[in-house]
């Protein structure tokens, strides 16, 4: 009886240390997504993307802070011991990301930034990353995608609706501060003049990349402006549906069709399936291709590099600064919509 005993005991003992060490008693790779604000459109169209490429052995959790930093602090601290092994990050405030990096660093888990760029000296220690568009090339391609219909000279152009030679618009930015949106606001002005225009800005509304909020904002510039507006640069498709509900609504927008035929132009960036169906009714003239597909690819295929303790030295994506990944996109527009419509 006492030699039975003692050899249960051993079977027991045994089977203690095999599970504890590495590789033994795991389910497989847990990995948690923390978003900004699950109500996005672009952020929602990427998850879904994203989720239904995880790998099966693969468990994934993902929180929605519903734009508090103080809520995804929270969510944060309270998975840092819950046996994740990497954490992806769509930050609320790029500015806190410096301390959500220190936490995870001490706590030896892996950060993918996404969307929201962080501050450089964010990205300094080991296992930080960040994936997102090429925020400046969007902006450029915003302006070339209207430069062909202003023509060389915008008085020629029926756009020009006062006849000056010049470009009255409008900007819709996404948000004070954002990376992408400074980025995009700066350059789609800067490339509208680079290619020769005379260009006015009559204002810049801050909506928070929101399409109610957006809608709100083309109503007072509407108000104060009116047939002055030529063009509105709009920081994602959004707020670029935002103001046409608006227009719609007072009937200065017409549902006119596939052709586009409305008394000023309107682009985006995104390409959402909401956006790309406006194009197709005639009422945003265009967008630029916020490659989400291409965006959550290179998080996944990164996060399977680091899970696997794998070298970056033959990653197929191109590396800046040891820690940024930058996709561009493309222009759409009833010329090629067919190409990304699903």
């Not at 010049?166 to 996404?174: A, E, F, N, T, Y």
């Not at 967008?287 to 303790?309: C, E, G, H, R, W």
Request: hydrophobic residues 40%.
């Amino acid at each position: 009886m006492r030699k039975k005993i003692i050899w249960l005991l051993s079977i027991l003992l045994i089977c203690l240390i095999i599970s504890v060490l590495p590789g033994h008693g795991q389910s497989g790779t847990k990995i948690a997504f923390f978003l900004y604000n699950g109500n996005d459109t672009f952020i929602t169209e990427m998850m879904e993307t994203m989720t239904g490429k995880i790998p099966e052995d693969v468990t994934y959790e993902v929180c929605d802070a519903g734009n508090s930093q103080a809520v995804q602090n929270q969510q944060i601290v309270e998975r840092i011991d819950g046996g994740f092994d990497l954490f992806i990050i769509n930050a609320v405030d790029r500015l806190a990301c410096s301390s959500i990096v220190e936490k995870c660093s001490g706590a030896g888990i892996p950060v993918i930034f996404f969307n929201r760029e962080p501050l450089e000296d964010a990205l300094s220690g080991s296992n930080v990353y960040y994936v997102g568009a090429a925020a400046d090339s969007l902006g450029k391609k915003q302006a070339d995608m209207v430069a062909a219909l202003f023509t060389e000279r915008f008085e020629r152009s029926k756009y020009d609706r006062n006849d000056d030679g010049i470009v009255q618009l409008v900007i819709l930015k996404g948000e004070q501060g954002h990376q992408d949106a400074e980025k995009r606001t700066d350059n789609c002005v800067a490339r509208l003049k680079e290619l020769g225009f005379d260009v006015e800005i009559l204002a810049i509304e801050v909506a928070d990349w929101n399409r109610s909020d957006a809608g709100e904002a083309m109503e007072r510039l509407y108000v104060q402006y009116g047939s002055r507006i030529e063009l509105v640069f709009s920081n994602n498709d959004d707020m670029a549906l935002g103001a046409i509900d608006y227009l719609l609504k007072k009937e200065v927008f017409k549902e006119k069709g596939p052709d586009y035929d409305q008394p000023f132009v309107i682009v985006g960036v995104d390409g959402t399936a909401v956006g790309l169906e406006a194009i197709e009714n005639g009422l945003l003239y265009g967008t630029v291709n916020n490659d989400f597909a291409k965006q959550s690819n290179a998080i996944l295929t990164l996060m399977k590099y680091i899970i696997s303790n794998g070298y970056l030295d033959d990653f197929p994506y191109i590396m800046t600064n040891s820690y940024y990944i930058y996709i561009d996109g493309d222009i759409i527009t009833r010329d090629n919509l067919a190409e990304y419509q699903k």
